[in-house]
């Protein structure tokens, strides 16, 4: 029951952050993490942490986003939800960081465009040459 309750708040708070309800999101997400930490279900767990923190980015709550996004990296990165139970949900790891990165941007205080450089560019970077061996299989 936890759980259902938890997902189905997850979603409709996603669908809210999506209309620019940002505050009736915020609202549906924290009770959707107090759900599904009841219900143990650290999957969906992660997911809302990943909407929580976009929803406090575009609320201009710079620090809460980083505290929050960072949060989802560590469940991201330790993601027992993949096939091996030890594996590592990259793409959501990468969402992350460049969601810190833009909000490090956005707060555009003393060192902060430093750090945000720190952190998104070896996300580009990545990017790039996970391009170039897509293409380039010789090189």
């Known amino acids: 029951r936890e759980d259902a309750e938890g997902q189905l708040l997850l979603l409709r708070g996603f669908a809210r952050e999506r209309l620019g309800k940002t505050?009736?999101?915020?609202?549906?997400?924290?009770?959707?993490?107090?759900?599904l930490r009841r219900s143990g279900n650290v999957?969906?767990?992660?997911?809302?942490?990943?909407?929580?923190?976009?929803a406090w980015r575009q609320?201009?709550?710079?620090?809460?986003a980083i505290?929050?996004?960072r949060r989802a990296e560590l469940a991201y990165d330790h993601a027992?939800?993949?096939?091996?139970?030890?594996?590592?949900?990259?793409?959501?790891?990468?969402?992350?960081?460049?969601?810190?990165?833009q909000a490090l941007l956005q707060r555009d205080g003393p060192g902060d465009a430093a750090a945000a450089r720190r952190?998104?560019?070896p996300l580009v970077e990545n990017h790039l040459l996970s391009g170039a061996d897509a293409t380039n299989g010789d090189a």
């Open 67 to 69: 505290e929050t996004a």
């Open 59 to 64: 609320l201009g709550q710079i620090d809460r």
């Open 43 to 54: 999957h969906r767990l992660a997911n809302v942490d990943h909407n929580l923190a976009g």
């Open 80 to 101: 027992p939800w993949q096939p091996d139970g030890l594996g590592r949900d990259a793409p959501g790891v990468i969402a992350m960081q460049k969601l810190v990165g």
């Open 119 to 121: 952190v998104l560019e």
């Open 23 to 35: 505050m009736a999101a915020i609202a549906d997400l924290e009770a959707a993490r107090d759900a």
